[in-house]
């Protein structure tokens, strides 16, 4: 079946240096992906979103990069901050609707 | 801060009792999603209303439903629960025609005996 999902559980960074959450999707027909963070007791925080006719979009200090080809999503974060600690999720669909499907998660913990 | 609000925050429940989960939806917005996670998992979409009417299930059986009323609230219900229904209960909402962009609240949280 079509899945979303990321490559790494867990993930450790030092205070200050760049993260790279990585994620992969299998569902070809996807064209609109989006990265959540979910901090403990929280529900889901939206962080980024992209289309899938851009292979780049920007933000404040997040960046989401999208290759078609290899059917891969990628969450930078510059300058990563104690507060960035979650558990972070890449979710897809189709159209842009609220049928969201997210992969398991990948907890990024940051080092002082 | 989401202005999604949703409860009860937790509850317990035994095996084939029924439950409701309410959710206020985000001022403005008219679409209102449910989402089931497991504990380590990602969340799993059930079902999105809009005017009132399921509009787009998930795979869950009908033991599982839900209702939007017209100030766009909205309830879950689960009949005849099981223990893997134990999870958070997630409840979003967004404007129809929008980007897709989800305003998540911060779940219920059910534990079933």
């Known amino acids: 079946g079509e899945s979303v999902g990321l490559h790494l559980p867990t993930l450790s960074v030092q205070e200050g240096d760049n993260s790279i959450i990585n994620c992969a999707y299998s569902n070809s027909a996807s064209d609109y992906f989006i990265w959540y963070k979910q901090e403990s007791g929280k529900g889901p925080q939206f962080i980024i979103d992209?289309?899938?006719?851009?292979d780049k979009r920007q933000g404040q200090r997040v960046t989401v990069l999208l290759n078609k080809t290899v059917k891969h999503l990628s969450l930078q974060i510059a300058a990563t901050q104690p507060g960035d600690s979650a558990v972070y999720f890449c979710a897809e669909t189709i159209g842009a609707n609220s049928k969201l499907t997210f992969g398991k998660g990948i907890t990024l913990s940051v080092r002082p | 801060e989401t202005g999604v609000t949703q409860s009860p925050t937790h509850l317990i429940k035994t095996r084939g009792q029924q439950v409701t989960l309410r959710c206020s939806s985000q001022?403005?917005?008219?679409?209102v999603s449910w989402y089931q996670q497991a504990l380590g998992q990602g969340p799993q979409f059930i079902f999105q209303y809009y005017r009132e009417e399921e509009n787009g299930r998930g795979n869950f059986p009908p033991r599982f439903s839900g209702l939007q009323f017209p100030n766009y609230s909205s309830e879950l219900n689960v009949n005849a629960l099981e223990l893997d229904d134990s999870a958070l209960y997630l409840c979003?909402?967004?404007?129809?025609?929008?980007?897709?962009?989800?305003?998540f609240g911060e779940g219920s949280r059910l534990t079933v005996l």
């Open positions: 992209i289309r899938s006719n851009m």
């Open positions: 979003a909402s967004s404007l129809a025609g929008s980007t897709g962009e989800l305003f």
């Open positions: 001022s403005g917005h008219n679409t």
